[in-house]
């Protein structure tokens, strides 16, 4: 990665993981699908404020790789509790 965008978005998501995690530890309450949740919100807050309008560096395309990979995990953690709760 180039630039100081690129190195912004790793710093700017790992201090955000932190707090996340810092914050569950408090709270006593470790689940990894909420984990996984937050940290993909904040990586999608990053991604918006990191990428720039004119023009798209191949590091920002492989971002949105892994973050599309982020939604789909999202969408099957969101059918696996759908379908525990219509289990009940």
Do not use: H
């Given at each position: 990665?180039?630039?100081?965008?690129?190195?912004?978005?790793?710093?700017?998501?790992?201090?955000?993981?932190?707090?996340?995690?810092?914050?569950?530890?408090?709270?006593?309450a470790l689940d990894l699908e909420v984990f996984f949740v937050l940290a993909l919100?904040?990586?999608?807050?990053v991604v918006e404020l990191v990428d720039p309008v004119s023009v798209q560096p191949?590091?920002?395309?492989?971002?949105?790789?892994?973050?599309?990979?982020?939604?789909?995990?999202?969408?099957?953690?969101?059918?696996?509790?759908?379908?525990?709760?219509?289990?009940?």
């Amino acid at each position: 990665m180039k630039g100081g965008a690129g190195k912004a978005f790793i710093v700017v998501l790992v201090i955000w993981t932190l707090v996340v995690t810092a914050f569950m530890l408090m709270n006593r309450a470790l689940d990894l699908e909420v984990f996984f949740v937050l940290a993909l919100i904040g990586a999608l807050v990053v991604v918006e404020l990191v990428d720039p309008v004119s023009v798209q560096p191949r590091y920002i395309r492989w971002i949105k790789y892994g973050v599309g990979a982020g939604v789909l995990l999202f969408g099957w953690i969101v059918a696996n509790k759908v379908l525990e709760i219509l289990a009940r």
